[in-house]
């Protein structure tokens, strides 16, 4: 019986010792398979962070697959702050390399080097990167912006007609209109203290206006838009929730999903090509293409014509040869056309919007700045019998040196950035030769925020822009628009549009800080839109008469 339980006992140890050796055989091979999936993942997460060493640039150390843009994506600094992270960092280097995820791109540190880039060198320079496909993207890959070549040679040669001083004073008029209707909704509801503004973020305190300055000038500006490029009036005040409205919340938001897919663009393009991941809704996309399409077909039909940018698109789209008969213009099919009034669209509904609402921030938290601006604006228009004109717009010296100033403090966009197109050499005390495809990055808001160019940089002081002090400022430091043949084609438009609705809204009112106005003031770390966490909250005080 003993020697029984003791058979038992050794075999019973015998089973276990095997199931352990199994057990560490087992766990072997999945340490040694974790391994080896790990070691795969570093090397697809690093495989081109090489790249600088190799061209012997300095640069950022990066990380694996985030390379040097963790701090974004995860939200520990805004993008602003972001690239002028990155611009410090790279401090004592003309330029120096940074890795976008797995992509290599130079950021441009230096004045000079930047003139050479986007203006003495430009032929070697001459597209953005385009991340975004014709084929899965088009109502955004055949837009200005990202058509490269002679591509972008023909369209911006046919849409520059529209931003013609002759133009802009044909459109001048009709965006006073827009001013006006704006200044005349928010004197109607501090008049009418039971009038409904439901959709619009407006709140009443006694005489007092608060208002959230990004929603009121989103709906100026898609009005500009509607009016002025699709020929189209929206009253998005009074008609807070109209369908061209809510399209331009929806292309012009990079929050959320949105900046995952741009991430996503930004890392593989490729990849996002192939799974058809699209940036713009089909419902948006639709909507646009019914809207470009049915205006054209209607005007034809009824021999309408409206000096605005759907009529250029349409005469482009008839047109078959050059001025010199030699060769054939482009032929442009529908969505080349859609693609640039969506262009034309999305540029100028956040941007113009992003900007007016800075300058009203900061107005309001420079009571002095914003009382010699209304004394300006008061004088003029008492000039030329209260009328608001073309002329006096632009010989307002101080708003002109008002709006310099915010688009320095705060330029809607952060960053540009150029593609090469032929083998180029970086001349400078660290010269490199860079191919075909090397993309660079031009950062705008650390430019606009160095000491070296612009003294106690986080001060708003108009009088940098001054007459006596703007020629005192060193090229190619300022770039709200860009620089070169490929700087933003309405950026006179556009500073257009927002003095208009700053005269409108300071002949009427006084800007006011209020408890809901965020200071200091913090950039949103959500996404990549210059904006602010919880709104540009203001008070509204009408001014006596």
């Known amino acids: 019986m003993e020697i029984s339980l003791q058979l038992i006992r050794n075999s019973s140890f015998r089973w276990f010792n095997q199931l352990i050796v199994k057990m560490l055989d087992c766990l072997s091979e999945w340490i040694l398979a974790a391994g080896i999936l790990t070691l795969i993942a570093y090397l697809i997460g690093t495989w081109t962070h090489s790249y600088f060493y190799k061209i012997n640039v300095f640069h950022l150390k990066p990380v694996p697959f985030f390379g040097n843009m963790a701090p974004v994506v995860l939200g520990r600094l805004s993008f602003p702050d972001f690239i002028n992270d990155l611009y410090k960092r790279l401090e004592g280097h003309k330029y120096g390399g940074v890795y976008e995820f797995l992509n290599p791109v130079i950021m441009i540190r230096d004045p000079e080097l930047l003139k050479n880039v986007t203006v003495k060198d430009f032929e070697f320079f001459l597209n953005h990167r385009n991340p975004f496909s014709e084929e899965v993207e088009p109502l955004f890959g055949k837009g200005l912006f990202n058509l490269q070549g002679q591509k972008w040679k023909d369209m911006r040669s046919t849409l520059s007609p529209a931003f013609t001083s002759s133009k802009m004073k044909t459109m001048f008029t009709l965006i006073t209109e827009c001013g006006e209707q704006l200044g005349d909704f928010l004197k109607t509801c501090i008049k009418d203290k039971n009038m409904p503004v439901e959709g619009c973020k407006i709140e009443r305190e006694g005489d007092m206006l608060v208002v959230e300055m990004k929603d009121l000038f989103t709906r100026y500006t898609n009005d500009v838009i509607a009016t002025s490029a699709f020929g189209i009036g929206c009253d998005s005040l009074n008609k807070p929730k109209n369908e061209f409205y809510e399209m331009g919340r929806d292309i012009t938001n990079f929050g959320g999903v949105r900046s995952l897919i741009f991430f996503g663009y930004l890392m593989s393009p490729r ?7 699209r940036f713009m809704s089909n419902y948006a996309m639709n909507f646009f293409r019914s809207l470009v399409h049915g205006t054209m077909a209607t005007r034809e039909a009824k021999d309408i014509y409206r000096p605005d940018m759907i009529q250029l698109l349409m005469q482009a789209k008839k047109e078959t040869l050059q001025l010199n008969g030699n060769a054939s213009k482009p032929k442009w099919d529908d969505d080349d056309l859609t693609a640039q009034a969506v262009f034309f669209f999305f540029a100028g509904f956040d941007t113009a919007s992003t900007l007016l609402c800075f300058a009203s ?12 601006l209304q004394k300006e604006i008061d004088e003029k228009l008492e000039k030329d019998g209260g009328k608001l004109t073309y002329e006096a717009v632009h010989s307002m010296k101080y708003l002109d040196m008002v709006v310099s100033e915010v688009l320095r403090l705060y330029p809607p966009a952060v960053f540009s950035d150029r593609k090469c197109i032929k083998t180029y050499t970086i ?6 030769t860079i191919q075909p495809g090397q993309g660079l990055w031009i950062p705008v808001y650390a430019f606009h925020h160095d000491p070296k160019y612009f003294p106690n940089p986080e001060k708003f002081d108009p009088e940098r822009f001054s007459d006596e002090n703007k020629d005192n400022l060193k090229p190619y430091t300022y ?4 620089l070169g043949p490929r700087s933003c ?28 106005t965020p200071i200091p003031i913090q950039i949103t770390k959500k996404g990549f839109n210059m904006t602010v966490d919880g709104g540009f909250w203001l008070g509204l005080e009408q001014r006596a008469t």
């Open 427 to 432: 001349q400078s005390d660290a010269s490199c």
């Open 479 to 482: 770039l709200p628009f860009g």
């Open 489 to 516: 084609i309405g950026n006179r438009f556009a500073l257009m549009e927002a003095k208009i609705a700053l005269v409108h809204l300071l002949t009427r009112f006084n800007l006011k800080v209020v408890s809901k």
């Open 361 to 372: 921030h900061l107005l309001a938290t420079h009571p002095d700045v914003q009382s010699r």
């Open 271 to 277: 990849l996002m090509k192939l799974l058809k991941i």
